[in-house]
């Protein structure tokens, strides 16, 4: 069946806003650590543990996800969850600073044990109303939001399932771009953030609403049978007519594969190390580039730097993040034929995971200038952007279209796990380092991993019919 009253175009368009929605809600989060650090008087640790905590949710919620889209559709589950996910993140927008003289006080070099009890006494609350709010309420809404047109925008595209795929999670990518320079011009604005980053919840979760419900009506699942006019599925080897040689995985078969998991290790260290660096690239800029302006302009590296510097850094740092964000974007579409063209993945996978660990490794002193960051920030985002289009259809290409959403919405939850340890641990190693060097170092070791896992890796012998 190949006639319908519904254009094959919308699903795409349901899914580009909606993956549009969960890029403002995660790849631009670094922008906020040193705002949320000054007005609240939290550690790096303490704010990075809420991007960890929404990658973890976000990424389990994929597969629950999937199954209600088989279940409910693909509209009822974007829109519900989708709501969800702009309310909790409007509500970090609710969320009270203590007093400024209480931070500065308990913040301040040589600050005694009561003025940092003080601090401790009236930031903790808040600290745990960011972790529900963003991390738990946000989180649990956007994982819905983000399967479902994976899962469904495909169907509509049998003739090109990859480029289908690549468009509906493009937006990901297009909104850290459009969040990175959006968000530090908000906190900056002395007529909306004034240094504060509470104002682009509020407003960003506004439109987030808007978005997601546009989206959750562009998803529709097509007719059984259905096909786009002029196109006819590949007949099975032997010739048209011919019984088919093999048959798709279960769920079941798939999940009991050494494949599927190596596969999801493999996932777990790519997203590991690039989420490490995602959450954490815009504050090592903001460090290398003040120690930098310090040091040029003869200062002590206790003082504080101009207003007008300051922002000038925290400008020139958010280039980093929207690099790596236009590559992340643009990579989702163009890798996708290309694997096609090749005929698998492995050699693409092999070829970009290693680049992405040589970044990595001359990330921390690139972070002293703005260009060479925004170098690495784009090698690292158009290597982690990959993974996106590469993953699934290597999922496809091993295990086969039936079980496609169950499959791979078990495998994204490598990329949830990986989100909660990389950035926790990122913070971790900062804070007990003083430095961004260690984390961008285990960011190397842990792909360096994945590397070789992708290059040994062989598909699962074919089911019989």
Known sequence: MSQTTFPRWIPLLGGLLGSTTCGLLLYAFSVFIKPLQAQFGWTVAEVALAYA?????????????????????????????????????????TIDPPSKDIVAAGTAAGADAAAKAALQAVNQKPLYMLYLFYGVIAGFGGGCVYLPPIATAPKWWPDRRALA?????VGLGLGSFIMAPLAVSMINSPTIGNGSALPVFKYVGIAMFIMVVIAALCLKVPPAGWKPAGWNPPAPAGGA???????????????????????????????FAGLMVIGLIAAHGIDAMTLVYKAQNGLDAAAKVPADAAKAIAAAAAGAPAVLAIFNALVRILIGPLADKLGGTKVIFVTLFALQVAAMLVLFPAGKDSVMLAICAGVIGWNYGSMFTLFP???????????????????????????????????WLKNMTGSYFMPFIVSAVILAVAVVILATLKAPEKKAA
């Open 241 to 271: 007519g011919a019984p088919k040689a093999y048959r798709d995985y279960t769920y079941d078969e798939t999940k009991k594969t050494s494949q599927f998991w190596l596969l999801w290790v493999a996932y777990f260290c790519g997203s």
């Open 165 to 169: 795929t690549g468009f509906t999670v």
């Open 393 to 427: 259809a290597t999922t496809l290409q091993y295990f086969g279209p039936s079980a496609q959403g169950s499959n791979y919405g078990l495998l994204f939850t490598a990329w949830g796990v990986a989100g909660f340890c990389g950035v926790f641990a990122g913070g």
């Open 53 to 93: 905590i929404i990658c973890l949710i976000f990424g389990l919620m994929t597969f629950p996800a999937g199954r209600l889209s088989d279940k409910f559709g693909p509209r009822n589950v974007v829109l519900i969850g989708g709501i969800i996910m702009a309310v909790g993140f409007f509500l970090v927008s």
